[in-house]
């Protein structure tokens, strides 16, 4: 196998659909740079847009990104009272909410509810689905990780994202053991290491170049945040979105890329599963 196949690597916008600045950059960067994946937030403002602006981008591949904590549901708060806030909104304190999911019946019976409303609404889009993910990766909780493969069966899911960066903490791996073991046992294919975590937010040219020089055999991901404007959300005050872009179009990334790694068009690219 040539040095290029051994490194294979996706390159993913997250928080597609959040706002039309993300949308905008997404399209720049995909028709312009290195980018050739985004994970869809199928309940958020721009939804829509960027939807409709994926059906235009055929060199895109598009997943679900999951919102259960920190967003807006897709069901009305009404069918789904113990999961959002008075806001109708999914609360940030994900702690208690894993304890609520393992241990509480009613709990999980909304999650799967609402799990299953985020499928739906993708399945809308019309578009393929290429790979699973979770705003703040919350699918490493193994509640939600089994409804997300017994749900996903029926809309095509093929690949779910692992949240395992080599600078991982030593107590949460075995945790990133199990979730690999289970998606295997699934036939789902998944990553072997992500990049983004410990630099979420700052992943500039400077940044992406230094992963890219180490990045290790396999199949790597590295995702990002790219917008066309930076302050979209009060979470994100301090995300250089703009930055981000700048480095998903930078020549050098592209040239490095081209040089050292295979970069696949999403975990559904044939090279992917090699």
Known sequence: MSERLRRRLIVTADDFGLHPAVNDAVVQACQQGVLRAASLMVSAPAAADAASRARGLPGLAVGLHLVLADGQPMLPPEQIPALVDDQGRFSCDMLRNG??????????????????????????????????????????????????????????????RVPADPQTPV??????????????????????????????????????????????????????????????????????????????????VREFISAHHYLCQGFCDPAAAA
Not at 150 to 160: I, K, P, Q
Request: charged residues 20%; proline residues 5%.
């Open 171 to 252: 107590w949460l791996r075995p945790w990133l053991d199990l979730m690999r073991w289970r998606l295997k046992k699934a036939s789902l294919l998944c990553n072997d290491q992500v990049f983004g975590l410990h630099h979420t937010g700052g992943m500039d040219e400077q940044v992406l170049l230094e992963i890219l020089r180490h990045l290790p055999d396999g199949l790597s991901e590295i995702y990002l945040h790219p917008a066309t404007r930076n302050q979209l959300t009060p979470a994100m005050a301090g995300y250089r979105h703009t930055d981000e872009l700048a480095a998903l179009l930078s020549p050098q």
């Open 99 to 160: 304890v609520r999911f393992f241990f509480l019946p009613h709990v999980r019976r909304q999650l799967a509810a609402e799990i299953r409303a985020q499928f739906e609404a993708f399945a809308a889009t019309g578009l393929r689905l290429d790979h699973v993910n979770a705003h703040k990766h919350f699918h490493l909780h193994p509640t939600i990780l089994s409804l997300v493969i017994d749900t996903g069966r029926a809309f095509g899911l093929r690949a779910v």
